[in-house]
Structures are given as structure tokens and as C-alpha cells.
């Protein structure tokens, strides 16, 4: 009953906040994967080159990740839920035993980049809280149904990530954690409230910036982050989601020209493979 009583105000809301000037603030520009287009993407060398271009230019941009767990418990950086893609090994990550020696993430960027190891999550929140601010990190949870590693309780890998960051000691307003799995969002929003969550959807699937906005308000996440391709992708959609409280981040913006217009729609976030187009 309050998404759809939700769902029926946020037309009237829109047409509200037309008549309202837009204040100006800054758009912060998120690195997919540490910048897959000009990087290796989920390494550690992605991350400190990506982490380089924003300090060269001056701004506050942050890092977006994967996170998922293998077979002992460790909770690395990759995107698929196997290791054949993007590394010289092959095999579902959650059936492997990490080792850091093992499987070179750089494989497809020989000869610009050396050996890449799949990084530990660990490792990159370490590497992050030696710069000053301490890297923004948006770190999601891999939780897909119908992959290798789907956990439809959404507990196994949110445990450990808010195990990990709390005995980190990572500053927590400079993580977003962020999935497609509601369940995992849950998970982390009971155990950390501190914590930002984000929503992912996908128009590929029919869901809507609206629909997103909704129900992140609903289940209490902090950010909605539709894709840019949502068919409601509007200025007033964003308005809507921002009289309900929540950010809107979108995803994956990689041409200058969609940039532009979704800065101009007044987002909040922009995530992209390069961040060079932003800066």
C-alpha cells in the first residue's frame, strides 16, 4: 500500500518541483570498475589510476566495484560471476580458493599493464584510507539470480562486507554499498544503518526511474540508480525521486553527449567506464 500510494504522488510532485528553480551542485563522477575503458577493470592499478585522473583534475570522483566471495571466505574484486573473462583463469569465483598469485586480471591489456592480481576488497580499502580524503568507494554486492554465486537471503557476502569495513575502520561517508538483490540491501541496512545504500535497476528488464525511486524510499536505501536508458528518464522523474529523499546515480554513461544530458536532467551521480569524458 505505500508504494503504490507512492507511486500515485510522485506525478503531482514532479509538476510541483517544475515551478521550482534547480539549485546548482555539483555532479560526482564515478569510475566503473576503476575505469574499464582505460584500465584493467577491478584492479588495483585501475583504481590508482583512476584515483590519479581525479586528483589531477581536481575533483572528488569515486571508485565503483564488484564484490563477491570465494570458496574460503575471502571477498575479491570482479565483476562476473567467473573468472574466464577478465582473467587467465576460468571457473565460477565462488568454487575458488583466492590466491593472489594465481589469476592475472590485466590478461586482455598486455603490453600496456604487467600482472594484475585479482585484488582482495581488503587490500583496496587499505590502499584507500592512505590518501587524504580516503577514497570514495561504491562497492556492490554481486548477488544476481540465475549466476553461480546468487544468495537469495543476501547475507553471505553483506555479513562480510560489513564485518570488513567496520574492523577497517574505513570512514563510512565514503562508501555507497549498492546491488541489484534488495535482500542483500536489507541485510546491510540492519547491520549498518550508517551506511549509504544504493538501487540498482534496468531498463532491460522494464524498470523505471520512478518504480526505482519508490522503492528505495520504501526500504529505506539512500540512492536510486536506474540506468540512463530508463524509459521515465526525465528531468521531472529525477525531481520526483529528489522530493522523496533519495540521490539519483546513474549507470553506465560512457559518451559525452549522454553525460550532458543527464547532468542537465539534474542528477546527482554519473557512473562511466571512462571518466576522462567528466573531467
Not at 178 to 193: I, K
Amino acid at each position: 500500500m505505500r508504494i503504490r500510494t507512492l507511486l500515485c504522488l510522485l506525478p503531482v510532485a514532479a509538476a510541483t518541483l517544475q515551478t521550482v528553480p534547480a539549485a546548482a551542485s555539483p555532479v560526482t563522477v564515478y569510475a566503473h570498475r576503476g575505469g574499464a575503458s582505460i584500465a584493467p577493470e577491478n584492479t588495483m592499478a585501475a583504481f590508482e589510476n583512476a584515483a590519479a585522473l581525479f586528483a589531477g583534475a581536481g575533483v572528488d570522483g569515486w571508485l565503483e566495484m564488484d564484490t563477491q566471495a570465494t570458496a574460503d571466505g575471502a571477498l575479491v574484486l570482479i565483476h562476473d560471476d567467473t573468472l574466464d573473462r577478465t582473467t587467465t583463469c576460468a571457473g565460477p569465483v565462488i568454487d575458488w580458493t583466492y590466491s593472489a598469485t594465481e589469476c592475472d586480471a590485466a590478461k586482455r591489456w598486455r603490453p600496456s599493464f604487467g600482472f594484475e592480481p585479482v585484488p582482495l576488497l581488503a587490500d583496496v580499502l587499505a590502499r584507500g584510507m592512505q590518501a587524504s580524503p580516503a577514497w570514495g568507494v561504491m562497492i556492490e554486492i554481486k548477488d544476481i539470480p540465475g549466476e553461480t554465486n546468487f544468495d537469495p537471503a543476501g547475507t553471505l557476502v553483506a555479513d562480510a562486507l560489513v564485518a570488513l569495513i567496520g574492523s577497517s575502520g574505513y570512514p563510512k561517508d565514503r562508501i555507497i554499498v549498492q546491488s541489484f538483490w534488495p535482500p542483500a540491501l536489507d541485510r546491510v541496512e540492519l547491520l549498518d544503518p550508517a551506511l549509504d545504500t544504493m538501487l540498482l535497476t534496468t531498463s532491460d528488464l522494464g524498470f523505471l526511474l520512478t518504480e526505482n525511486a519508490v522503492y528505495a524510499t520504501a526500504r529505506g536505501y539512500e540512492i536510486s540508480a536506474p540506468d540512463f536508458e530508463a524509459a521515465d528518464f526525465t528531468a521531472e522523474g529525477v525531481a520526483a525521486a529528489h522530493l522523496l529523499g533519495r540521490r539519483v546515480i546513474t549507470w553506465t554513461v560512457d559518451s559525452a553527449a549522454d553525460a550532458a544530458r543527464m547532468i542537465a536532467l539534474g542528477v546527482d551521480g554519473v557512473i562511466t567506464n571512462d571518466p576522462r569524458i567528466l573531467l
